[in-house]
Every structure is written in C-alpha cells, then in structure tokens.
C-alpha cells in the first residue's frame, strides 16, 4: 500500500489523467479542473527547488570567494605587521615602540592611515630596486600601467661608431638599448638593465612615445585547494633545466601573480615586467 506521505509521481499523475475520461461527465469536470491545479503546484515546487538550488551554489560559492578574501586581508596583515618589526615603518605616525624591541602599539588610526598597509592591500610591494625616475622624480606609473602609452621628451645616445646604446627619457639617463628596430626610430629599451622592456618610438616631429612590451615569456603558477581555501606556487625554471617551486603568500589568483611578481623583482630583476603567468 502506497505511503499517503509520498509525493505521487509524475507518471501516477499522467495515468489520472488519463482515467479522467471514463468518468461520468457530472465527475469529470471538476476532477479534471482539480487535477490541473494539482499539476500547477508540481511545476511551481519544482521551480522553487531549482532556485533553492541556484541560490545554494551561489552561497557555496560566495563562501568560498569571502573565504579567500578573508585569508587574503590575514596574509596582508602578518606582512604589514613583519615590515614594521623589520624595518619600523611608521606609517600614519610614530609608533609608541622602537622596531626589534618590542611590539609596536597600533590603534585603528594607524590601520586607516598606513600608506604601507594601502600599498600592500592593493597587492603592491617596494621594489628593491630604483624606478625610472621622471624629472627627477620617481616614476612608478610608467612601470605599473602595461598598457598606457606615455608621452615622453628622448633621445638616443650613440658611440663613435654610430651605434645606439643608452637614451635619455624625462631627463633620466639610465636607459639602455636593447636593440635599434628602424634606424633612429623605433628602438627597445630598457631602465639599468633591470624590469619591463619598452618600445620607444621617436617621430620625425613632435614627442616620443614610450610604451611597455608584452610579456615574451610564460611561466606557469600553480593552483590547490584545501578546505575551502587556495594556496598557490611558482615554477620557475632554472637555466640549467631544473625547475624551482616557490610557494606564495597569496589566497586568490590576482594577489598570486602580484606575488610572484615581487618574486621576480627581487631574484631575476633583468626580467620582471617580461612575465605572463599561467594558472596550473
């Protein structure tokens, strides 16, 4: 005998339809108007269960998303908090204690007003080394924005025998050629030997134009997943052919190639900036 509590299936549904038809017409009118409504409540449930389902994969998914977020602003926050042990970066004021004695005293005010905790928030780190400078000034825009061309005052210094080796660009004179592409126009340039390669074009009139080349390298960083949250490392390959691992101080894949970046900057500077990574 049928559960009275069991939902009756679709198939049950369709066969009373079906019986419908043998019935007096006196009956037949109304159960059939009754079995109608029946089957509009079926469809009405198993639309809502699709949008309980929708919307538990949605929170599933916004759960997994704050949880990385959340591990991220702890990563941001044990670096913030070692760059002033190390090195006793003062932030929004002085601290009520000296670095490496004891631990500095930090208040809320000190979080909001850090440019230090800003910076690294955004995923940015100090270079370690010089940026171009721009008039004397350093010029960090020009080594941040890939895809900006920038308007620039240049020209190419040449030796005896003619050939291009540096250029003075905004006043700095550290840039180097890397290669001459059309005679006294289009040249590849690069700041002491050090991060991202330039095109530099110098019309016949008028400003140079100075812009980041792509990435001629790919190195690929690779993605895991552990209760919820996601960890990520580097693979860089050495020149003798070996592969190197590193892991990375990040939660998400935007803040993984920042860092991997950084990496970059401080242990192959000659090709920061030259770098596409790839998720593994």
């Not at 109304?30 to 389902?53: G, K, N």
């Not at 702890?74 to 006793?88: F, N, P, S």
């Not at 960090?140 to 030796?159: F, Q």
């Not at 090709?271 to 593994?280: I, L, N």
């Amino acid at each position: 005998m049928r559960n009275p509590d069991t939902p009756l299936a679709i198939d049950d549904l369709t066969l009373f339809a079906e019986r419908i038809a043998r019935l007096p017409p006196a009956d037949a009118g109304w159960v059939a108007a009754l079995l109608a409504e029946v089957l509009r409540a079926r469809r009405h449930e198993t639309d809502l269960l699709a949008m309980q389902a929708a919307s538990e994969h949605a929170a599933s998914e916004h759960g997994e998303h704050l949880n990385d977020q959340l591990a991220q602003v702890a990563l941001d926050t044990a670096e913030w908090l070692r760059t002033l042990w190390d090195v006793g970066y003062m932030g929004a004021g002085s601290f009520r204690s000296a670095p490496r004695s004891a631990f500095p005293s930090i208040d809320l005010d000190d979080v909001r007003k850090s440019s230090l905790f800003a910076r690294i928030r955004q995923g940015k780190h100090a270079l370690p080394f010089p940026p171009p400078t721009r008039n004397g000034r350093p010029w960090h825009d020009v080594l941040d924005d890939a895809g900006t061309t920038h308007e620039v005052a240049a020209e190419i210094i040449r030796d005896e025998k003619g050939r291009a080796l540096a250029a003075i660009i905004e006043g700095c004179a550290e840039w180097q050629v890397v290669e001459e592409i059309l005679e006294d126009r289009q040249f590849v340039v690069q700041h002491e030997g050090k991060g991202p390669r330039y095109g530099l074009h110098l019309p016949g009139t008028g400003s140079a134009e100075l812009r980041r080349e792509p990435p001629a390298l790919t190195c690929p960083l690779q993605q895991q997943e552990r209760g919820g949250f996601h960890s990520h490392s580097l693979h860089w390959q050495r020149d003798d052919g070996s592969t190197q691992v590193v892991a990375l101080r990040a939660a998400t894949w935007e803040r993984a190639v920042a860092e991997a970046e950084h990496w970059l900057a401080s242990h192959h500077p000659e090709v920061y900036g030259q770098v596409r990574f790839v998720r593994q």
